[in-house]
């Protein structure tokens, strides 16, 4: 079936404006996770679902950064009132989420790339 | 907290030959599953191959193998038979327990496959 799919695949705004990020997880994944990677480094964690409870949001690195999945599957990240050193690839990925190795694995969407002038 | 380390910055290989990169990794948990991804220019993240700890038997996908060495925390990856497909940024990856939860992952190791 299809892959984790993200939207917009890129996204350039103005310092102070609000963004919207949206991940549809694959189909039937229970969870669904969040990363922020900058360039030449390894993603990072923000935050996680499972259905449409929101796990944990540890990694959000302050009050700008809230996330959405109000019916288990598509989930908005949404970052208000953006600063230049939110400019990042921000990646979502989805699980089964079943508790087995095999359906624990993560599979990555193709990613934003967010650019704050 | 748990912490993922890859020393290798940059390795580079010529086609067809065997390159293997270094993961270490620090954490007191006993269960946990560890990762490789590949993410080629394209800036996707594909999973190369997966190990469970309580395994001990080091996993294998095709022409890319694992060594788990479990009481040295250390999770190398092996690739043989290099391809030029091969050229990436290869990252470990930590998950802790038996549930589902959030990758840690290393810095990420550049890989340069040479004709």
């Known amino acids: 079936g299809a892959g984790v799919s993200q939207s917009p695949r890129y996204k350039v705004t103005k310092r102070g404006q609000d963004v919207a990020l949206r991940c549809d997880p694959i189909?039937?994944?229970?969870?669904l996770y969040w990363y922020r990677q900058a360039l030449g480094q390894g993603p990072e964690f923000l935050t996680y679902f499972n259905y449409e409870a929101q796990q944990d949001k540890s990694g959000l690195p302050n009050d700008r950064f809230s996330a959405e999945r109000p019916e288990g599957s598509i989930s908005t990240l949404t970052i208000q009132r953006t600063e230049q050193r939110d400019s990042a690839m921000y990646r979502c990925?989805?699980?089964?989420?079943?508790?087995?190795?095999?359906?624990?694995?993560?599979?990555f969407g193709p990613g934003t790339r967010l650019t704050v002038l | 907290a748990q912490t993922v380390t890859q020393s290798q910055p940059e390795m580079s290989v010529q086609e067809a030959e065997t390159v293997t990169l270094s993961c270490t990794y620090d954490t007191s948990e006993s269960n946990y599953y560890l990762f490789w991804y590949k993410q080629p220019p394209s800036r996707q993240m594909i999973l190369v191959i997966r190990q469970e700890a309580y395994k001990q038997q080091n996993a294998t996908e095709n022409r890319f193998s694992v060594n788990f060495q479990k009481a040295a925390k250390s999770f190398s990856l092996k690739i043989s038979d290099s391809q030029l497909g091969d050229t990436a940024m290869y990252f470990c990856?930590?998950?802790?327990?038996?549930?589902?939860?959030?990758?840690?992952f290393g810095t990420g190791t550049r890989l340069q496959v040479f004709p």
């Open positions: 990925a989805s699980s089964l989420g079943l508790g087995a190795p095999s359906t624990d694995t993560q599979y």
């Open positions: 189909s039937g994944h229970v969870s």
């Open positions: 990856a930590f998950m802790k327990g038996l549930n589902t939860d959030k990758l840690i």
